[in-house]
């Protein structure tokens, strides 16, 4: 376990490396490192997975990061089930991201080709930072680590305005979350005087319920930003602007998934602070049905999948809510694999179509693109919960949850569902299905991409397929959930205080027999309906309208708080130009002033200095009489 230190230091040699070299290395060479450091982390990863599969976690202290009267924060790394899992999350399909890249990105000049993996590198150290802290700070400083990045990937094309904009809302955004996240810190710290996640959850039953629900209150809405849900999820979409990989790693393997970890990590802490579980569950659940009747009427193939994203965040958020941690952690490990293909799919196709995004200027790319094609095809499938693909058993275990807390959480849950499987076969089938909408020229240039491509769509295709095999329901076998298993002594003590809410085989058969129904039914409409689509000039009306602009949520916050705060920087801009700085220039110019005439009284004249003496005297004089009265 001493060794766990490589797993963050490779990717940070790769940033520096290709950083400080950039002006001098090769493209093949700046992949090489780029990719190689992290191929290198995901192996020294499993060789720590296996360590702690074997029955062996360890914390391993560095060196003390601060220190001040009884107060110790150590810069450690904590090696457990949770932590290990997510190494190989990030390392492993990370490693495919950057394999993808070395292609996709190959025009890219050589400056900015290093630039970017550099980026990308710098990204990954930032997310196992984050996920191997073993307390609290160290957590915080991978967390601001993956907001920089975010900033830096989503903007990486800076010369563009809309871009550098995207960024800027990313960043401000998640500030803002941020700074619920650092309260909480601080408020753990004052309560129980460390931040250490095995001395705080081993104090948290000694903490009052009214703290506990402060901290966890705070807790979530550092989560919120992160993890893109509501009020603050309106960045994530915007973050499409950035290269297509990097959605690829924000949406799958780094930095939406941050505040599911953290409140995963933090479950003891959740689990005795009912009433942040109850508000979770509500946002969790109006945050997925909110991102999937967007994604309904979304053209930009990107769009589609990041409010898809926004969607199974609040999936994963209702299985926390709802107290099934377990759940919540198994849909973001099989999220990772079918939305990193997706995304990569889908990164495919833009590159076969010249960069265009809006799927109605697709169709028909089967035959042209096989391999991109029935990847692609796969996890529309896996996504929409089809058995026996991975999102199958993830999402109907966090649906079980939600029934345990009512049949109306329950119901909600499935309709988003529902959603999911419409929307992500509308893209499937505007885009494979049917003929080519595009232009001649596009058609004629349309080829399968190169293996470095393709290579990761295959592997991420086949988890996709098989993963969700690791969480096998009792329903099909008694104690075949591997997951549940693996991760039990990370979620013990919440799983002891939880009260459990038993469904019957035959009611969990026959709700999962009557959601896939509904949910095969829902795919045979979309693709029946949109593999015919045409092209028309026609707009929407009506909820359509509604629903292609996004509720006009972003026109909400633009003039309820974009415009209000620009407004008042402008009156604060003028109150600084106009008043303290005209106070403080008029002292300036006043002193100046007077220095000038001063400076009159020294004319070198020998009578003048004698006759301003004789003053100066009678002056005096007048003084000390008038004093002695």
Known sequence: MDYVWLVPFFPLIGFLLNGLLRNSLSKPLVAVIGSGVILASFIVSVALFMQVKAGTTATVTLFDFMSWGD????????VDQLSSLFLLIITGIGFLIHLYSTVYMKDESSLHYARYFAYLNLFVFSMLLLVLGANYVIMFIGWEGVGLCSYLLIGYWFKNIEYSNAAKKAFIMNRIGD??????????????????FTEVFAKADTLSGHNLTIITL?????????????????????????????????????????????????????????????????????????????????????????????????????????????????????????????????????????????????????????VTHLTFLIGCLAIAGIPPLSGFFSKDEILAAAYGKGMIWYVLGVIGALMTAFYMFRLYAMTFRGHFRGTHEQEHHLHESPAAMTIPLVLLAILSAVGGFLGVPAVFKENAHWLEHFLSPVFEKSTALQVTHDMSHQTELMLMGVVTALVIGIIVWAWSKFSKYEKTNEESTGIGKLLENKWYVDELYEAVVTKPVNALGKLF???????????????????????????????GQVGSYVLLMVIGMILLFVIQVFLKK
């Open 179 to 196: 700074l619920g996240f650092l309260l909480a810190v601080w408020w753990l710290l004052s309560k129980t005087g460390t931040t250490t």
């Open 71 to 78: 107060v110790h924060i150590p810069f450690a790394f904590q």
């Open 218 to 370: 705070f807790l979530f809405v550092g989560a919120t930003g992160k993890s893109a849900q509501i009020p603050l999820y309106t960045w994530l979409p915007d973050a499409m602007a950035g290269p297509t990989p990097v959605s690829a790693l924000i949406h799958a393997a780094t930095m939406v998934t941050a505040g599911i970890y953290m409140i995963a990590r933090s479950n003891i802490l959740f689990t005795l602070a009912p009433y942040t579980s109850s508000v979770i569950l509500v946002i969790g659940t109006a945050t997925a049905l909110l991102a999937a009747t967007i994604a309904l009427k979304q053209n930009d193939i990107k769009k589609v999948l990041a409010y898809s994203t926004v969607s199974q965040l609040g999936y994963m958020f209702i299985g926390l809510g709802a107290g099934a941690y377990t759940g919540a952690v198994f849909h973001v490990m099989t999220h990772a694999f079918f939305k990193a293909l997706l995304f990569l799919g889908a990164g495919s196709v833009i590159h076969a179509m010249h960069h265009e995004q809006d799927i109605r200027h697709m169709g028909g790319l089967s035959k042209k693109l096989p």
């Open 573 to 603: 801009g003028k109150a600084d130009k106009y008043g303290i700085d005209a106070v403080v220039n008029g002292l300036g110019r006043s002193v100046q002033y007077a220095s000038r005439q001063v400076r009159l009284l020294q004319s």
